[in-house]
């Protein structure tokens, strides 16, 4: 629906993107800048940043961080990644659900196409069809917005977006780096809706090493039941943990600390301690 060109800041003297519309999309100035908004409001390592929003010939156009690298999405046709790999860039994209929750914003369409895996970790992208936690669809006799494959069995009933919305997308999202493959196949559209609402996720096969928390926490992202899905935070944690790395987390959602910091770096191999 958009297109993404590269630019250059004049006045900061710096390379980024600009995000438009694509020709003959139906638009508003409205729908671009909530999204520039939403993401605007989340400043963490792994979520791509916005710089700014405006109009020109009344085409509305987002200004954000450049980010280099390639999508996870590309990544994936080669196959499956190393288990370590996988798990840290489930732990980074936790993390950047995390501070969007912690903001009250769904991302509703977590995907490898919307991560991109650049030298300095992973970014989360395109918050086009964000919503605010609880927030109705706009059309609620339309399609469910999102990717299919990726979307909460709850959201094809009509429930409104939760957290719980994007912890089932990042369940589908590890599975598929962990295996090279969707937790269901099916033939058609309708068949993989069905099975994502009805029946188990195909087991993950055999990775030697891969830690049986990981396994646990996989599963449990992809429980038919909102509320047993584990929270960004708990998953971004858990999963850094597995694979000795450091993840930031909103302090919102961890107990009070004596730090004006808004955020901390939580060193996972040292259960119970943070830096700030």
Known sequence: MSEVW?????VLDRPVAVKVLAPGQPHT???VRTEARSAARLAHP????????????????????????????QHLVGGALDWRIAVRIGAEVAAALAAAHSEGVVHRDIKPGNIML????????????????????????GPV?????YVAPERFAGCPATPATDMFALGTLLYQCLSGRLPWLRATPTELVHAECHDDPDPLPEIDGLPVEVVDLMSRCLAKEPGER????VAALLL????????????????????????IDEPTSAAGRHRA
């Open 6 to 10: 590269r630019g250059h800041d004049e």
């Open 240 to 263: 850094a943990e597995a694979v000795d790395a450091r993840v930031y987390v909103p302090m919102s959602d961890l107990e009070p600390m004596p730090t004006p910091s808004n955020w």
């Open 118 to 141: 650049t030298p300095s970790g992973a970014k989360v992208l395109d918050f086009g069809i964000a919503a605010t936690v609880g927030q109705a669809d706009e059309d609620p006799d």
């Open 29 to 31: 100035v409205d729908i």
């Open 230 to 233: 584990p929270t960004a935070m």
């Open 46 to 73: 792994n979520v791509a940043g916005v710089h700014d929003f405006g109009t020109s010939a009344d085409q509305p156009y987002i200004v954000m961080e450049l980010v280099e690298g390639r999508t996870l999405g």
């Open 145 to 149: 917005m999102g990717t299919p494959a």
